[in-house]
């Protein structure tokens, strides 16, 4: 993984070292339309040839994939080829998947243009695509050959979209250590410079430290899902309303009901987890969901991917950086975690 103020000569480097036979690139309407150019002058001397998607989750399924698997055959892309994933989670998600199955698996290189791709989607190798409703039932865990992070593409992300990738900083900051738990509240706010770089390497560190324990999630990485088993419920059961919640949001309200277990179920220090409410209701958007959406939302729990055995899965918290993976809390006190969160939000 490399940090870069600007990309043309790192990527002319890397594909000039790499000789592959031939280059794609993989772009959705919003990257092709303010990052491409960025890296057009170099693709164009590697003769690049550039996909471009519609923006939005709902282009993540098999059809595009197929798409992209013929479109790949029909212009002679061997084993030897590159794909470069120039995008969002929903790119190098896509685009990791096509490239690991294509023949079996050929190269590919992240540059994420969203906060959540740097500071997530990007590495640890996990990639996929949705199936229907169920989002990233179909995919590997291979990792990208390498990764370019570059955060001046943050230059033309919105607030929200902002804050939707800090959320998972955050959520570093609770599996590491209180220094950088409160590091992170800083930078809630998105100023580019050397101090955000280094907030930004320091952070995905720490992804990289978990994923290095347990890369196929049969441990460790299991904390990476902390705030998700709530906050998947909650952005799924906001999908169709009229406010939305982007992943982060969810994960970040998520946070604050899972935080709420590891409270009472394990004895996470109490003012951490107030101190956390208080910034959340100051920075995020709010669910729009009411106390009698529980049932709803836990009808959602019921059907995560990370359940066994028919029980609702959870990874909690003893104390910044101690973690505890697969809690089953009984459901009253998981009601009950549901019910902090939306009072919180009110
Ligand atoms: N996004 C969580 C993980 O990579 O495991």
Redesign the pocket.
Known sequence: MKFLSGIVDELERFLSKQAYSSVFVLTDANTNKHCLPKVESVLKKFGAHVFNLSAGEITKNIDTCISIWEDLNRLGADRSSILINLGGGMITDLGGFVATTYKRGIDYLNIPTSMLAMV??SS?G?NGINLGALKNQVGTITSPTDVFIVPSFLNTLDRRNYLSGFAEAVKHGFLNDVNQLKRSYNFVEFRLGDEFTDFLKTNVSI?QII?AMDPF?KAE?KM??FGHTIGHAVESLTANSANPLLHGEAVAWGMAAELFLSVSMYGFPQHLMTEYVDFLRHNFEAPLLQINDIQSLMELMRQDKKNRGGQIRFSLLRDVGTFVYDAVPDEKAIGDAVAFMLEAGL
């Open positions: 997530d989607a640890g996990k992804k994923v999630e990485r990476l899902n």
